[in-house]
């Protein structure tokens, strides 16, 4: 069975120190991983994938198979970046697996 | 482009009613779904659409109804209500190509609540 899971609910960081929202999933096949983020009042909408190797928004990602782990970086997290964050995984088929989002809050 | 539009933004049902969520897009994408978000759960998807006339079962289809009539529509019906589907639904788009592998838009969500 495919499974993301998300361990933190909630996370909390000062602005400009460093942010990590881990994620790690079940597959055995080759996966490919998703960010989507939802600021507040705003829609659910895509901010990166691992097969695109890009940084959006100053975020990274780094698949990492051996660990099976898909972990969100920022270097300097700024309060526009208060948000949630769900990690996703497609298999193949026609369906996204969706963590259960952690909420992260950049303290001014 | 007004992207994904769903209807009604909020909804109260008693147990046994029925009623429908809409969906529609104006990008002219292939691929809908929809998706239903729960406390501790994440997002599940329902139903989806490869394109009008098609439609599949997701992970959690049990007591909900879809049609694609249209490439633009894709309502979502609740045939008999149930405290079970107290939950916000959200509907997305995105090119038929890998379905869900692409970017999915989604729509601002429906929060229904069963009694």
């Known amino acids: 069975a495919q499974r993301v899971t998300q361990p933190e609910k909630l996370l909390s960081v000062f602005k400009g120190a460093p942010v990590e929202l881990k994620c790690n999933y079940s597959y055995s096949g080759s996966p490919e991983l998703f960010w989507y983020v939802q600021y507040s009042r705003q829609r659910l909408q895509l901010l990166l994938r691992h097969i695109s190797r890009e940084s959006i928004k100053g975020f990274t990602a780094d698949l990492n198979k051996g660990e099976t782990s898909f972990h969100l970086k920022k270097p300097f997290a700024q309060e526009e970046d208060s948000a949630m964050y769900y990690c996703?995984?497609?298999?193949?088929?026609?369906?996204?697996?969706f963590g259960t989002g952690t909420r992260l809050t950049v303290i001014p | 482009n007004a992207g994904v539009t769903q209807t009604p933004k909020f909804q109260v049902l008693k147990t046994g009613q029925s009623m429908t969520l809409q969906c529609a897009q104006d990008m002219n994408h292939e691929y809908m779904s929809w998706y239903r978000q729960d406390p501790g759960m994440g997002l599940r998807l329902i139903h989806y659409?490869?394109?009008?006339?098609?439609?599949d079962q997701g992970e959690v289809p049990n007591g909900y109804n879809v049609s694609r009539s249209t490439t633009e529509d894709f309502p979502l019906r609740l045939l008999s209500a149930a405290p079970s589907q107290t939950s916000v639904y959200f509907c997305a788009s995105s090119e038929l190509a890998g379905g869900p592998r692409n970017e999915q838009f989604f729509g601002p969500g429906t929060r229904l609540t069963v009694l």
């Open positions: 659409s490869v394109g009008a006339g098609i439609t």
């Open positions: 996703a995984l497609w298999t193949g088929a026609n369906n996204l697996f």
